[in-house]
């Protein structure tokens, strides 16, 4: 089952930061948080990760809270092409078990209006 | 990242048939994945394809129904046997390694009539 809860759908403004709640209560001290989305009819795509720090790249930001059961993805000025199914995973920590595979849950379908 | 090329792209298919699907990767991965995605839905995994060995399926999911095969480290297929409609989805190959995280494949987008 997967580990988090998403809002089923949000939506937000052109140019506007869209931000994406995501809880996860029962993260261990070992899991990572990822974020990937999927437009329609394309495979997910990757977009951020992080353990417990705040992490930026040049899709988004992913604030994740000091006791680490939530975090936030933020993308900073919404686009129509960033209306998509949003999706928060957490996985454990590390390579070497091929175990380690990423188990979605519904996600968020964020809708950007003109 | 790696480049995940799947084939078919989509299919349209008659009951009681299978179909097999591909995963050619563009470098060697260690980690090799099968997702479904019915219409509307989320993803499910349905195996983790290992080299050299059997795959490992998650519950639901059953080896006879969707026997996988990965001979090497950028190869895998995926057969759906014996379809029915409520095999019509999408089919996702996915691959994880160190360097670059998990890649998703375009998917094939199987139609059973």
């Known amino acids: 089952d997967a580990k988090t809860t998403q809002p089923t759908s949000m939506d937000c403004a052109e140019g506007r930061a869209a931000n994406l709640p995501c809880n996860h209560s029962t993260i261990s001290g070992n899991e990572y948080v990822y974020w990937y989305r999927q437009i329609h009819s394309q495979g997910p795509q990757y977009i951020i990760h992080?353990?417990?720090n705040n992490e930026t790249n040049e899709m988004a930001s992913l604030i994740i809270t000091e006791d680490r059961k939530s975090s936030t993805l933020i993308l900073p000025h919404a686009t129509l092409r960033d209306t998509a199914v949003y999706y928060c995973i957490v996985r454990p920590r590390g390579w070497m078990d091929s175990s380690y595979k990423l188990i979605f849950g519904s996600g968020t379908r964020l809708l950007v209006r003109p | 990242s790696a480049v995940i090329s799947q084939k078919p792209s989509r299919d349209i298919c008659q009951r009681g048939t299978s179909l097999t699907i591909q995963c050619q990767v563009d470098s060697q991965v260690t980690m090799m994945f099968w997702y479904r995605q019915q219409p509307g839905q989320s993803l499910t995994l349905i195996a983790t394809a290992n080299q050299g060995s059997e795959a490992t399926y998650e519950s639901g999911f059953v080896i006879d129904k969707f026997p996988i095969s990965r001979p090497n480290l950028t190869f895998s297929t995926l057969t759906v046997s014996n379809m029915s409609p409520e095999d019509s989805s999408i089919y996702l190959c996915s691959v994880a390694r160190k360097d670059y995280g998990y890649t998703f494949g375009s998917g094939t987008r199987l139609t059973v009539v």
């Open positions: 992080g353990l417990k």
